[in-house]
């Protein structure tokens, strides 16, 4: 396959390359086995020494066609999709960092990742310590400690929409010898391809704009490759597995150790695998991602200009936005756009943000973002429910925030929409 493809050619022709006579649209593979002409290949692929399907926990070629095209569309060396984008961070994490290790994260991170980061894996013993991403290089690294084993960051914050710092963030990582880990869930490989900017890792939640049309759950890594695990922090990646009798991950898969090392111990063990019918799904849906973040990102813009101009709207924030403390930051990384989502409060608090939501007709009361069909949600009491009202606030989660994920309607109609629910407070 051409990786020298331009973006868009890769979400339509990446990932899946019929022989002849075969197929031309990546057939659903619904089959959890696969048949052996001998022992002899079995064994060998159980031992890691051949390529090739086990066991569709593991691996399935619908789910694989999937993963190539993320990691074309990345930039990465290899890619493995998740049931989840809360299982794609877990499983991320969980390859680098063990009991009695630690993490440093950024604390803009969407609620579910944050509670995952913060309740669950301290019981497994993993301690995080959240930082504020707006911290100077100098202040960041006092909370890198011996034991630190990755740094974990949102391209775009869910729903603070800070762009991140890449610069700042990777040499944080990188001066202690440890991956940057980036969720790129709102940016999409359209807007922002990590690994051009210094991340090693990236994670999706592909339930959003990789499917596109809130059909399907799911979740993806993408490994760069070019991270150097053999610098004495990672002796797993660098001693025998046991488990597949003596396997040596940085050794025998070299640049593909990471993606290779999370998929043959955490997927066959903790079994969060993607269906190929979502992988399916998300594979079609993949074929519009820069049509549909061109038109999401063009929306969104267009509505937090027309939000900013409103008397009866009290703020907005939205990357794109001169007025947002990150524009820079978004010039900078974010090439093609500022994505679909943006959040606004409006004059009169909490109880008058509900009230603009139950007044909207076109746009859906839905707890969900990145759809093509516009939606809105008040984050303080759905998604970051479980956080403190200090941790909602640190996170960018102020109590009357309403969250809004423009979709790609005509965009008079979105505008007509707000201005009629607004006209009845
Ligand atoms: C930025 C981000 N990361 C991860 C997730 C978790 O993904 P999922 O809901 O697919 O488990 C979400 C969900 O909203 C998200 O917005």
């Not at 339509?12 to 002899?40: A, F, H, M």
């Not at 499983?91 to 009991?99: F, G, R």
């Not at 729903?159 to 940016?187: E, Q």
Request: hydrophobic share 35%; proline share 4%.
């Amino acid at each position: 396959m051409d990786k020298k493809w331009k973006i868009e050619t890769k979400a339509v022709q990446g990932g899946y390359e019929p022989g002849n006579s075969e197929p031309r649209v990546l057939p659903i593979y619904q089959s959890t086995t696969y048949k052996y002409d001998t022992c002899e290949e079995v064994a060998k692929l159980f031992d890691l020494q051949a390529a090739g399907h086990m066991y569709s926990r593991i691996s399935n070629p619908t789910v694989e066609a999937l993963e190539k095209k993320m990691a074309m569309l990345e930039g990465g060396v290899g890619a493995m999709a998740t049931s989840s984008g809360q299982a794609a961070t877990l499983l991320s994490i969980m390859t680098i960092c063990t009991a009695g290790e630690h993490l440093l994260a950024a604390n803009t991170l969407y609620g579910g990742s944050f509670t995952l980061l913060k309740s669950t894996l301290s019981k497994y013993g993993i301690e995080v310590t959240f930082v504020d991403p707006e911290l100077s290089l100098e202040e960041l690294k006092t909370y890198v400690k011996p034991n630190t084993k990755g740094v974990f960051a949102e391209t775009i914050g869910n729903p603070s929409l800070n762009v991140l710092d890449f610069d700042k963030f990777s040499t944080l990582a990188h001066d202690n010898n440890v991956p940057l880990i980036v969720d790129n869930t709102f940016a999409t490989p359209y807007l922002c391809r990590p690994f051009e900017h210094g991340a090693d890792i990236v994670v999706h939640s592909c339930t959003k704009y990789t499917d596109g049309h809130a059909t399907s759950v799911g979740g993806m890594i993408i490994d760069s490759g070019k991270f150097n695990w053999d610098n004495g922090k990672f002796p797993e990646m660098t001693t025998p597995d046991e488990s597949y009798h003596g396997v040596v991950y940085v050794r025998d898969f070299k640049e593909a150790a990471y993606i290779t090392k999370v998929r043959v111990q955490l997927l066959r063990d903790i079994g969060a695998t993607m269906s190929p019918f979502n992988a399916f799904l998300m594979h079609i849906g993949l074929e519009t991602l820069p049509l549909r973040m061109e038109r999401h990102s063009d929306n969104a813009l267009a509505a937090a200009k027309w939000l900013e101009k409103n008397d009866k709207i009290a703020w907005v924030t939205y990357p794109g936005l001169e007025s947002h403390p990150t524009h820079e930051l978004a010039k900078k990384y974010l090439s093609n756009g500022c994505s679909g989502v943006l959040t606004f409060g409006v004059k009169g608090g909490r109880e008058a943000g509900e009230k603009l939501i139950d007044n909207l007709d076109l746009i859906k009361l839905v707890v969900h973002v990145a759809d093509t069909r516009s939606c809105i949600l008040h984050p303080a009491s759905t998604t970051h429910r479980q956080l403190t009202e200090e941790e909602q606030i640190a996170s960018g989660v102020k109590p009357d925030l309403i969250r809004f994920s423009v979709g790609i309607e005509n965009i008079e109609d979105i505008i007509n929409d707000l201005e009629n629910a607004l006209e009845q407070l």
